[in-house]
């Protein structure tokens, strides 16, 4: 099971760490994705992070924003988020996979092989206040 926490409301340019805490599975071995939903828009994948080599990938709208982590020894990952926008706001999930952990170009395919992902969480709201 995954639970993301740490959504909320804030205001523009604001900050907030989501975090995405597994029970009942290790996160070692899992590549961790990070995916947002807004109302009316499909979704899209916001970040990624292996495990085997911790590399870490990012959309173009969130890149140079949003910083990836994972602590594998507290079974969390984390998604912090700075100079949050408007366009930010959105439902956030996190998932994992063991199929992209092993896979080699994983930058191409962690946000489009959505169906590789064996676990999903419930969603953590994140509402920019403009």
């Known amino acids: 099971q995954l639970v993301e926490s740490g959504g909320g409301l804030v205001q523009p340019g604001g900050s907030l760490r989501l975090s995405c805490a597994a029970s009942g599975l290790s996160l070692k071995n899992y590549a961790i994705g990070w995916f947002r939903q807004a109302p009316g828009k499909e979704r899209e994948g916001v970040a990624c992070m292996t495990d085997n080599d911790r590399s870490t990938y990012y959309a173009h709208s969130t890149k140079g924003r949003f910083t990836a982590s994972r602590d594998n020894a507290k079974n969390t990952a984390y998604l912090q988020m700075n100079d949050l926008k408007s366009e930010d706001t959105a439902v956030y999930y996190c998932?994992?996979?063991?199929?992209?952990?092993?896979?080699?170009?994983?930058?191409?395919?962690?946000?489009?092989?959505?169906?590789?992902?064996?676990?999903w969480g419930q969603g953590t709201q994140v509402t920019e206040s403009s």
């Open positions: 998932a994992v996979s063991a199929l992209l952990d092993r896979s080699r170009n994983i930058d191409s395919r962690c946000f489009h092989d959505v169906w590789a992902y064996d676990y």
